[in-house]
């Protein structure tokens, strides 16, 4: 067998599971919320589904969500701002490569249940958008 020790019939012993794993959900997800970077999260995410399910509750705890800059669309942001239901200051900003963000986007994110309370939303630079797309969203005042 690979890791017996053929001389003294001693199996070696299986590798230990990494700490971070032996952590519950809830305190996965709150180090996880820690995380500064929106690119940050997206690859925690990637880690494995119990990582995946952590980062949805992440969301579910935050109350700033920037996407600015990063390479989203409109069902992927609307999924986001979805998961994100305490979300009071959304930044979708397009930097040169970032968020393409369109009037359908608009209206897929005005059926989240965080809209009602966003205190603030920048749509800065998006150029996919009309006021037929910002009508869909609350009125911040």
């Known amino acids: 067998m690979a890791g017996d020790d053929a001389r003294t019939g001693a199996v070696a012993p299986a590798e230990e599971e990494p700490h971070v794993e032996r952590l519950p959900a809830d305190i996965l997800a709150h180090v996880l919320s820690l995380l500064p970077s929106f690119h940050d999260l997206s690859m925690a995410g990637a880690v494995s589904r119990r990582w995946r399910r952590a980062v949805g509750r ?3 705890t935050r109350r700033r969500l920037s996407l600015a800059g ?16 305490n979300l009071r200051d959304l930044d979708i900003s397009r930097s040169c490569w970032g968020c393409h963000i369109t009037d359908q986007g608009l209206l897929d994110i005005s059926s989240a249940a965080c809209v009602g309370n966003l205190t603030s939303v920048s749509l800065w630079g998006l150029a996919g958008i009309t006021d037929k797309g910002v009508v869909h ?4 005042v």
């Open 58 to 60: 992440s969301l579910a």
């Open 70 to 85: 990063q390479r989203t669309g409109d069902e992927s942001t609307a999924r986001l701002v979805r998961a994100a239901v």
């Open 137 to 140: 969203l609350p009125i911040i």
